[in-house]
């Protein structure tokens, strides 16, 4: 909304009740006709369960909430900082003589466009001064669904009615096809209804893709009915995952236009599950993760295991989990993981070590390629619209393969900027994830236990950082990444056109080594937000201005909107911030960042 304040004496004309979605559309058109009110809504849309169910979750949102903003968007160039604004906007009656608006129309162009990376996800939406009419336009259902989280939050109930602000021109598509975030339910378990929450956000900040670590060394939560034993490594029986499960959370999913991509990590992080199908197929689960004494870690973190790359028998039970997951996963996506092997970790294979010994020029990566070529075909087999994804560091990491295709896409985590640009280089689709920016659960210490580190009264130099001050306190990605900072990020910096054009998107990962139920929620939100705004429609404005500051009001905002949809968002700021916009401002300049 923009300019309703009555602010104290010194009132400012009100202008117009321009309310202010998440994110941002890429071009919205206010009129100051003055506001039309909502008697009730019919549809008029093509017949289509997907569109009509989208609708009526968006309507029944708006009559269940009766939402109004807290706070109006204030534009920079206005910003005044006293007197400070009252905290409840003042929202203007719908004019008398205009006629309110009764039907939503919606035209789909293609209603059989499937939801895969790259649909249109375009839309327009029209409310002209004449007319009793909501007009919607998309080239496909997504769209259209887009439309729907849209409207949701242009209308505002004043107290007595519906009202919504008019004329008004929305036009709007995003920046990047993949806007993503990582759910990882192998260090802990999410529930079913837990993960629906996170959908409930992503589908209202339009976020369309859930990348589902499934399970990881510590447990396998997955029903595999080819091995009925795997789930016997999940942590309870409770804690895991049937088929219907997984259905039922593509299905909630696909209904809010978000894809799920899942991830089954290989041949690094890999222990629970494999090993109840074969113990062999598991290199080094039963070391010393040695952390303690680095020059013999076999995991960066417990407990270690990978599978054996040169056991014969690993092939076969990949080939089985990977079609059965296959087969339930709708997604061309496929995320098969290729990070973090650590090399002494196959010191406890004989198959690695005799496959050395028989050739001595024979390296890690040589090994790494081995991987390669013998899972691609079983990946790639009777998929033709497989593209798989992997961590990037099968390419740029401590032991990367020595060829890996270009169809491959790669999931960016280290380096920023720096690995986004090598990467693009190369040819690589890229996935941007860069932990220093966008890994939501940094920040939070170290969480293995028998830390003698922690075990210091005093510190020793308040001038040099240490693991207790000033230092990352065992948290290997400190700080904890603000909103501000998924925000700021421009990971595109210094990329050439061809480079860029590489990027498909963004992701951030919540890792769950210290995550479950009961704080998952409030560590995705309201952040994964901020960085459904950046992919969606960019942290700049026209003039190339990065617009945080005029981001702070609706970000705040969408916190409280989330709340009020069962979203746990966390707070952002004291609730005063909220109700005064800017007053919580570092800068008095509303253009210090840039
Ligand atoms: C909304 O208006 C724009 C601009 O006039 C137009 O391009 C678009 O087709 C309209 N959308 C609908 C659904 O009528
Ligand atoms: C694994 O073998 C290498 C090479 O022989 C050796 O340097 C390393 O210390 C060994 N690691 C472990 C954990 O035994
Ligand atoms: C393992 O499979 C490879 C490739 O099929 C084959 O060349 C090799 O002989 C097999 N090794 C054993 C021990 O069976
Ligand atoms: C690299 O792999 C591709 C297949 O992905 C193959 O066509 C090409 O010949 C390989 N290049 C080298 C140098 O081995
Ligand atoms: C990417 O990084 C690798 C490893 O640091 C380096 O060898 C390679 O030259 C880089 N490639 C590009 C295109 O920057
Ligand atoms: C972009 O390039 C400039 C000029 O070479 C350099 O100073 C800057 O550090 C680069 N930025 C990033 C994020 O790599």
């Keep these: ?43 008029l849309a093509p017949n289509d369960a997907t569109v009509s169910d989208a609708w009526n979750r968006a309507y029944n949102c708006i009559q269940k909430l009766k939402w109004a903003p807290a706070t109006v968007e ?44 790259g649909v249109d996800e375009s839309y327009t939406i029209n409310i002209t001064q004449s007319s009793e009419v909501i007009e919607i336009g ?108 997984l259905h039922d959370i593509i299905t909630y999913a696909r209904a809010r236009g978000i894809r799920v991509i899942p991830e089954v990590d290989m041949p690094g992080h890999a222990a629970a599950g494999w090993q109840r199908v074969d113990p062999g197929i598991v290199s080094c689960a039963n070391s010393w993760w040695s952390n303690d004494n680095w020059p013999l870690h076999t995991a960066v973190e417990p407990p270690p295991g990978q599978l054996d790359i040169l056991n014969n028998n690993t092939y076969p039970v990949v080939q089985t989990v990977y079609n059965e997951l296959s087969g339930i996963f709708s997604d061309n996506f496929f995320h098969v993981g290729a990070d973090e092997v650590q090399t002494n970790c196959y010191n406890f294979s004989s198959n690695v070590q005799n496959w050395f010994a028989e050739n001595p020029s024979r390296t890690y990566s040589d090994l790494m390629q081995y991987w390669i070529d013998r899972v691609l075909p079983i990946f790639l087999n009777n998929q033709p619209n497989r593209r798989l994804i992997m961590w990037e560091d099968i390419v740029i990491g401590s032991v990367p393969a020595l060829n890996v295709s270009k169809d491959i896409i790669l999931q960016s985590w280290n380096n920023g900027p720096a690995n986004i640009q090598n990467l693009t280089a190369q040819g690589f689709d890229v996935i941007v994830s860069s932990s220093d920016f966008l890994y939501l659960d940094c920040g939070f210490g170290g969480w293995v236990t028998n830390d003698r580190r922690y075990d210091v009264m005093t510190n020793p130099d308040l001038n040099t950082p240490n693991f207790n001050y000033g230092g990352n306190g065992g948290s290997w990605c400190a700080p904890y990444k603000t909103w501000q900072r998924i925000y700021d990020y421009d990971f595109t910096t210094n ?37 459904a705004e950046l992919l969606w429609s960019g942290n700049k404005d026209k003039d190339g201005q990065k617009r945080t500051t005029e981001m702070t009001e609706r970000i705040l905002n969408f916190r409280e909107y989330l709340v009020a949809n069962g979203i746990g968002a966390a707070p952002l700021v004291p609730k005063y911030c909220l109700q005064h916009p800017h007053a919580c401002d570092l800068y008095l300049d509303q253009k210090a960042v840039t």
């Design 74 to 117: 204030h534009p920079i160039s206005s910003y005044q900082p006293f007197p400070t604004p009252t905290p409840t906007p003042t929202v203007r009656q719908a004019k008398r003589d205009v006629s309110s608006l009764t039907r939503v129309q919606v035209r789909i162009d293609d209603l059989n466009a499937d939801l895969q990376h």
């Design 495 to 531: 990329l050439t056109v061809a480079q860029a054009q590489h990027v498909l998107g963004a992701e951030a990962p919540l890792w769950s080594e210290q995550v479950d139920d009961t704080v998952i929620s409030g560590k995705m939100w309201p952040r994964a937000a901020a960085l």
């Design 138 to 245: 998309a080239k496909t259902i997504w769209g259209a669904l887009n439309a729907f989280t849209t409207f949701q939050q242009l209308v505002i109930f004043d107290g007595k009615n519906f009202v919504i602000e008019q004329p008004v021109s929305i036009a709007d598509q995003p920046l990047y096809p993949y806007r993503g975030v990582l759910v990882d339910t192998g260090r802990n378990f999410i529930s079913i209804a837990k993960i629906k929450e996170q959908l409930d956000g992503m589908g209202l900040s339009k976020l369309n893709v859930l990348h589902w670590h499934l399970d990881d060394s510590q447990s396998w939560p997955i029903d595999i009915g080819a091995y009925p034993q795997m789930v016997q490594d999940a942590y309870s029986g409770r804690e895991t995952y049937s088929h219907n499960d």
């Design 1 to 43: 909304m923009r300019l309703t304040y009555a602010w104290g004496a010194l009132a400012v004309p009100v202008v117009a009740v321009t309310v202010n979605p998440l994110p941002a559309p890429r071009s919205i058109t206010w009129g100051s006709s003055g506001p039309k009110s909502i008697e009730s809504l019919s549809l």
